[in-house]
């Protein structure tokens, strides 16, 4: 069971740029697909980018591509989403989790809020 720690949300306003890091207890080098998932208020957790277990291959959905850009350190355990240009639309809980899932335990998840 891999347990997951993910930090570096906050407020923000539009137009700005938040890091948010994912540190995974045990190694992540064997794992496969990572992903983050995001949740806003009301609605159903989504996938919103992955990258395969060498980083080479990574897929977003429509509404953060060519905004966000997932990385991950394999050496450190530690999956990365760098993202820009911020939107309200943006604000949830992300979480970070394997792709597909596999059954570890979610997060407590970092809260972003992009506001003015």
């Known amino acids: 069971q891999v347990q997951l720690v993910e930090s570096g949300g906050g407020l923000v306003q539009p137009g700005g740029s938040l890091r948010l890091s994912c540190a995974a207890s045990g190694s992540i080098a064997g794992i496969g697909t990572m992903g983050w998932y995001r949740q806003a208020t009301g609605k159903q957790r989504e996938l919103v980018a992955r990258?395969?277990?060498?980083?080479?291959?990574?897929d977003y959905t429509d509404s953060v591509k060519g905004r966000f850009t997932i990385s991950r350190d394999n050496a450190k355990n530690t999956v990365f989403l760098q993202m820009n240009s911020l939107t309200p639309a943006d604000t949830a809980v992300y979480y970070c989790?394997?792709?597909?899932?596999?059954?570890?335990?979610w997060g407590q998840g970092t809260q972003v809020t992009v506001s003015s």
């Open positions: 990258i395969s277990s060498s980083g080479i291959v990574t």
């Open positions: 989790n394997s792709v597909p899932l596999r059954g570890w335990n």
